[in-house]
């Protein structure tokens, strides 16, 4: 029993010891031929990168091996023979060393791979990968695999125990792909039949190690290769099947059925490490013997058993998977926050995930102006996990008033609104609130808004201004300030902003008046305005004197009269003398204007004022005559129409003799009346003209 112990403890050991001990190998820049050396060092540069992710070797970098080699003094440039490559090798004191060169026809890309043993000078390793494509593939397609095959050839882990028998590093998988030019091919894995090829690609998902695998058809040489499989990486091989003789199966009737189903269907079936297909899955050629078989399938743990198929006997697998996921639900206040797990989003409250991996997140929730919510969360098989999850709200709520209202309201110098003001959701933090009023005091201020709360501010804003009431004449007068117009006279309690203001005051034929007003806030100020008018010189005089001078419909005097001080603008002056004629003239004076105004009074009689007079006279007594005739002409021509009408009624000859006889003598004097009429109107329209040319004259006298 403790020899068994120590065999396992030695062996753990061992194991443990290759998995931490690398070994050391160096990598010289590859030699171009057909592309430029940027290229060519891109390539070598991606090489060693993903000979790096293989876990296998321990590079080292191009800047230590550049330091030794100066130090040493070697000049590296131009170093492509293998003796000078062992040379370097020697230098930097590594066992092996990587060399190759990149070649390119047209597009087909050519990579050659050599590993050098430097105490030996022998190539251990070639290969010669060949791409079509663009220089794009070729890095991420063939250099990598190129990378890979070589860690995968080169460091096969030491048989242990038994010759002959498989050891592997550990129970992660990796994938190998064998693309076949062939089909119906017999594959054996590690020396035992599996099965045949049903296609020209076949899949390998196999234990991380060591393995033997042989291709072999009837006509053909047998392709064999030993692999050793890097956990999570995938290898690809391309299998040429060369015609010759074969060494075939062991025995070609050693074969069973294997039928494999699972719950759920649709399961990935891995026969010794080969991708099959998927449930439900039925293998009418399976080599007899002792099978891995292994069913897979996202988010369900992987099934795993050995089966022993006999020669022609049928074995079926019934697979029961079991969930590795459970349910994640999250409902979230507010609704809409952004889900996030392990920190990619996956969407937005409300939030389901009917198939969630077994195992631990991180589950954040954010949602703008809130603050955000993390937890750390585990995931168990075929678990229902609801969350509901309160964010805490990032804001609060400002409100702001004043007396009186209408005050411009700024958050950091950003003007936001006025007052009443209300801000639902402002961010949590300090801010500088500003509020300002034309002719009031401003309010600067720190606010602080915390989570959840309001903040509610009254502020009363002192004025600063006064109410100012000008009254005075004339009405109507412009008022201004500043050269603004603020009103008219009168004004009454117009607010203005303390300070020393000058007011103009202004009228149409009046002197502007200006006072200076020295304004305090709260101190009403009253001002009368009595501006002056502008004046002129009327000088009236009358031939013969003596006459009654009226300015404007008032008596001044008699003239000759001068009459100072009289306003500008329009005016009327009329004259009067009992024993003359009335005279009067209209005039317009000027500002400072000496206006003289003669009037040569004539008598009334023999005047063309009494020419007029008769004439409007003798017209009245013809108008009067004229609409006298014509009313008789209309009387008698209705008195006709009566008449005739009592005519044609009568009922006696001599009865209607007579109202015939009316009717004539009623339509004759009709006739007259309208005649007279008509003769009138000629010589009334003749007297109006007449007394039109009277007045003409007397304007022009």
């Known amino acids: 029993m403790n020899r068994l112990l120590i065999k396992y403890l030695l062996l753990f050991t061992l194991f443990l010891s290759m998995g931490w001990s690398q070994e050391k190998i160096a990598i010289i820049p590859f030699e171009g031929i057909g592309v430029d050396n940027n290229t060519a060092t891109i390539i070598t540069n991606r090489f060693s990168s993903e000979l790096s992710t293989s876990g296998r070797y321990d590079i080292i970098e191009r800047e230590m091996m550049n330091k030794i080699l100066e130090e040493q003094e070697f000049q590296s440039s131009g170093c492509v023979t293998d003796t000078c490559i062992v040379e370097i090798g020697q230098l930097i004191g590594v066992r092996q060393i990587v060399a190759g060169n990149v070649s390119k026809i047209e597009d087909l890309y050519s990579l050659n791979i050599r590993l050098i043993d430097v105490a030996t000078g022998t190539i251990t390793y070639q290969k010669t990968s060949d791409f079509e494509g663009s220089i794009k593939d070729f890095l991420q397609i063939a250099v990598k695999n190129s990378a890979l095959t070589m860690a995968a050839e080169t460091t096969i882990i030491p048989e242990i125990g038994d010759k002959g028998s498989n050891t592997y590093s550990s129970t992660k998988t990796g994938e190998v792909i064998f693309n076949i030019d062939q089909t119906n091919v017999a594959i054996f894995i ?39 499989v890097i956990s999570g990486e995938q290898l690809v091989y391309d299998v040429t099947m060369k015609t010759g003789l074969s060494s075939g199966r062991e025995t070609e009737n050693e074969t069973g ?239 203005l902003q303390e300070g020393m203001w000058p007011m103009d005051v202004s009228a ?40 009654e001078v009226y300015l404007d419909e008032s008596s001044v005097g008699k003239s000759p009269k001068i009459l100072d001080e009289i306003p500008t603008g329009s005016h009327s002056v009329l004259v009067n003398h009992p024993d003359f004629l009335k005279d009067s003239k209209d005039f317009k004076l000027v500002l400072d204007e000496k206006k003289e105004l003669r009037f040569k009074l004539i008598t009334y009689s023999g005047s063309i004022q009494q020419q007029i007079d008769d004439t409007r006279s003798k017209r009245k007594k013809y108008l009067y005559i004229t609409l006298a005739t014509a009313a008789i002409g209309y009387y008698m021509s209705y008195s006709a129409e009566k008449s005739y009408d009592q005519y044609v009624s009568a009922t006696s000859t001599s009865s209607a003799k007579d109202y015939y006889n009316k009717t004539a003598m009623q339509d004759k004097i009709s006739v007259g009346g309208y005649g007279a009429a008509i003769a009138l109107t000629p010589i009334i329209l003749k007297m109006s003209f007449d007394i039109g040319k009277l007045e003409k004259k007397i304007a022009r006298n």
């Open 508 to 547: 149409e034929n009046y002197h502007t008046q200006t006072d200076f007003l020295n304004v305090k806030r709260d101190q009403p100020i009253s001002q009368k305005i009595a501006l002056k008018r502008h004046t002129g010189k009327l000088i009236v005089i009358t031939e013969p004197p003596g006459a």
């Open 257 to 495: 059925i294997l039928l494999v189903h699972s719950e759920p269907l649709g399961a990935n079936v891995f026969v010794d490490g080969v991708n099959k297909g998927i449930t439900v899955l039925q293998l009418t050629d399976i080599g007899a013997g002792a099978h891995e078989i292994r069913v897979e399938k996202n988010l369900y743990y992987t099934y795993t058993e050995i089966v022993e198929v006999s020669t022609d006997g049928i074995i079926e697998v019934q697979a029961q998977l079991k969930p590795r996921f459970g349910k994640l639900s999250i409902i979230s206040v507010p609704e809409n926050c952004v889900v996030k797990i392990n920190d990619q989003v996956k969407g937005k409250t409300p939030y389901t995930a009917d198939q969630i991996e077994s195992g631990s997140y991180k589950i954040t929730v954010s949602k703008d102006l809130y603050h955000t919510h993390e937890e750390n969360f585990i995931i168990t098989d075929g678990s229902n996990n609801p969350r509901q999850i309160a964010l805490t709200p990032a804001f609060g709520k400002l409100q702001v008033t004043t007396a009186p209202a209408g005050a411009e309201v700024k958050i950091d110098g950003q003007s936001r609104g006025k007052t009443p003001f209300v801000l639902d959701e402002l961010p949590s933090g300090n801010y500088n609130l500003s509020v300002s009023l034309d002719m009031y005091q401003t309010v600067d201020r720190q606010v602080l808004i915390e989570d959840g709360k309001t903040n509610d501010i009254f502020l009363t804003m002192d004025a600063r201004f006064a109410l100012l009431t000008v009254t005075g004449s004339p009405t109507g007068a412009e008022i201004r300030m500043k050269g603004e117009l603020i009103g008219n006279i009168p004004l009454k309690n117009y607010r």
């Open 190 to 228: 590690d020396g035992r039949y599996s099965s045949l090829s049903t296609g020209n690609k076949v899949s390998f998902k196999l234990s991380e190690g060591t393995h033997k695998i042989k291709f072999s058809l009837s006509g053909y040489h047998d392709w064999e290769k030993e692999i050793s």
